[in-house]
């Protein structure tokens, strides 16, 4: 652990350049609110935190800036764990008071909510297709032979599947159709959709005529056997680094689904929050930091919420929002 005065310089540095992207000169930080020595001292102090490994100097002539050890010492020991602003908080807010509709759309403009309050890009990972149970079923003619199946599950995600209703002289009558999807609303709804069993009519002689091959198509259905990522602010990307090999690395990285999860889970597995550096245990985001947090379904685990961004992004806010944001998309998931 660092000393008060090695500790409230460091804090000093850190939130200085995260604002500035500029190496931190002593007499800047000793003129800052709670670094109550001298010039000379603080000189002193940072030449001990460089020679420690919490700040590296750029060039002979230059300030300091912090060195991958020095943000994890911040955010371990050093930044806020405040709420956010007034602002901000109202603004999430006002989006999931509003946020109704399809899964996908939810998770889409999750992300670019995210991204706005943090200003780095953000991560929304979605629950697989098989969490939730079945709200609604409704069966909708297409053509006088096909029909589509609408089940909308309880966290919002919403399964479309076609029904060929096969050949004979009779069309399929709006009557029909809406006894069909009675008789599989009565077996499916409140049940997982991969889980859930629908007698075949045999068994059940008041079944509707067009039962079968609804009954076929829902059974042939799988749900998604992989997440999906939602990225919002990939452009605020281009301004967060200097190199244009960085930007583009980061942004391959971003465009690659697997990967984006699998780092997400495994950010998780390791009992993190806060992902430095080499932590990400991705050589393409040796400059970047990773903030991540799950959101759940009704009490259980179900998809996370994450930010990427440079080194020197605002870790307090940071840390907040992914909090707030995962905590509100959760609660809206789960109501439905």
Request: charged share 20%.
């Amino acid at each position: 652990m660092l000393d008060d005065r090695k500790a409230s310089i460091l804090r000093a540095v850190v939130e200085e350049y995260i604002h500035t992207a500029q190496p931190v000169g002593s007499g800047h930080v000793a003129s800052l609110p709670g670094v109550a020595v001298s010039s000379a001292t603080v000189r002193n102090e940072m030449a001990a935190l460089e020679h420690d490994g919490y700040l590296a100097q750029p060039h002979t002539s230059a300030g300091r800036i912090p060195t991958e050890r020095g943000y994890r010492y911040f955010v371990d020991h050093l930044a806020g764990r405040g709420g956010l602003d007034r602002a901000s908080a109202q603004q999430v807010r006002a989006f999931f008071d509003r946020a109704h509709g399809e899964l996908e759309r939810t998770l889409a403009d999750t992300s670019r909510l995210l991204s706005g309050l943090t200003g780095t890009a953000a991560l929304v990972v979605s629950p697989l297709g098989d969490v939730g149970v079945v709200r609604s079923v409704q069966l909708v003619g297409l053509t006088p032979r096909l029909a589509l199946l609408v089940v909308v599950l309880s966290n919002g995600a919403v399964e479309k599947i076609d029904v060929a209703l096969g050949g004979g002289a009779a069309e399929a009558s709006d009557d029909e159709l809406a006894a069909a999807a009675a008789h599989l609303a009565a077996h499916l709804v409140g049940q997982r959709l991969d889980l859930a069993t629908v007698p075949e009519p045999a068994a059940d002689p008041a079944a509707p005529s067009k039962v079968p091959p609804v009954v076929s198509a829902v059974r042939s259905a799988r749900p998604p056997d992989a997440d999906h990522v939602y990225v919002g602010g990939t452009d605020r990307m281009a301004g967060a680094f200097e190199g244009v090999e960085t930007v583009r690395q980061v942004l391959g990285i971003l465009e690659q689904q697997l990967v984006v999860v699998s780092l997400l889970r495994d950010v998780l597995d390791r009992g993190l929050q806060v992902a430095i550096g080499s932590e990400t245990g991705m050589a393409p985001l040796a400059e970047c930091a990773l903030v991540v947090a799950p959101y759940e379904i009704e009490g259980e685990p179900v998809g996370t919420v994450g930010v990427l961004g440079p080194t020197r992004m605002d870790y307090t806010q940071a840390l907040a929002a992914v909090a707030v944001v995962s905590k509100r998309l959760g609660r809206r998931l789960s109501e439905g």
